[in-house]
């Protein structure tokens, strides 16, 4: 069964840093391509950032415009999990980011950040 964990959000300041992290359970972060995704309050559901598959490689990432330079996508295959670290955050990032499969068919419940100005 695959399942899809986050944690790691909270409160913080702007400006400020928050990392968060997503266990995958049922396939393996390495060979899947994987990502974020994040719903602010009465916005619809927008891609953060994604990670292909590492094919003996770190993998290829993508990040939303709005997320370059601030934000890294990573992850750790031997503990099958995925990471977002987020810096210099600001208000607007203020949502609940979702980790989910690269099939689309796959998400956790999400952890919700956010930014206080």
């Known amino acids: 069964e695959v399942q899809l964990v986050e944690s790691g959000g909270g409160l913080v300041q702007a400006g400020g840093s928050l990392r968060l992290s997503c266990a995958a359970s049922?396939?393996?972060?390495?060979?899947?391509?994987i990502g974020w995704l994040r719903q602010a309050p009465g916005k619809e559901r927008e891609g953060v950032s994604c990670?292909?598959?590492?094919?003996?490689?770190?993998?290829?990432?993508y990040y939303a415009d709005s997320m370059k330079g601030r934000f890294t996508i990573s992850r750790d295959n031997a503990k099958n999990r995925l990471y977002l670290q987020m810096n210099s955050l600001r208000p607007d990032d203020t949502a609940v980011y979702y980790c989910?499969?690269?099939?689309?068919?796959?998400w956790g419940k999400g952890t919700l950040v956010t930014v206080s100005s």
């Open positions: 989910a499969h690269g099939s689309g068919d796959y």
């Open positions: 049922g396939f393996s972060v390495d060979d899947s391509v």
């Open positions: 990670i292909s598959r590492s094919d003996g490689t770190t993998g290829i990432t």
